[in-house]
């Protein structure tokens, strides 16, 4: 029986073989979470990081001005506990938010349930770049 | 917060298109030209199904 294994060209090897982990596949994810497009400032994308950090940074500002609710993480609720992953997505504007006691009002208006989701959505949004900037990191995308 | 901003339906839905436009083209798109054909496509894609959208919600309640 013919050994298939070893018929295996090595480029085709190379090709499935698993990114290298390097410091900034580390670095850059978590400084991206931490700081919205900093994941991609840090290695020199420079109109990209300042457009996801404009985005995410407005989109949970005009969250907070239309008086949305950030979401606490021991309420027990499951739909809050979703809310709560969403908003923590936004990494220092959530700890910076929860610290200050931004965001805690009931919603008594109709703009303030928009202001909830555009909170939960610039958290979402900014793991999508996070996720992003590692890509970046490993070489699978310029 | 005392004052919240009051924003109508189609300036919240505007605001949030434009910026989740924004970082889907960004992130899922691999050069400078695709990611702003991809970011205008998506932009477009929110106005106009929120445009489909809110016809759909009057025709229904008329």
Known sequence: MADTQTS?????TRAVAA?????MSVVAPAVGWLIPGAGHLIQKRWLRGLLLMISVVAMFAFGLAMDGK???SNTGDLLDILGFISDLGAGALYILGRMLDWGGNAIYIATADYGTKFIAVAGLLNIISAVDAYHIAIGKKQ | MILALQLSHFSAAFLF?????IVFG??????TREMVRYGAYCFA???V?????GWVMWIIHH
């Not at chain 1, 295996?8 to 085709?12: A, K, L, R």
């Not at chain 2, 960004?26 to 050069?31: A, L, M």
């Open chain 2, 45 to 47: 894609v929110f106005i």
């Open chain 1, 19 to 23: 990114p290298t982990l390097t410091a």
């Open chain 1, 8 to 12: 295996t060209p090595p480029s085709q």
């Open chain 2, 49 to 53: 199904g929120m445009w489909i959208a």
């Open chain 2, 26 to 31: 960004i992130c899922f798109r691999n050069n």
């Open chain 2, 17 to 21: 298109a434009l910026f989740s436009s």
């Open chain 1, 70 to 72: 950030i979401y606490q």
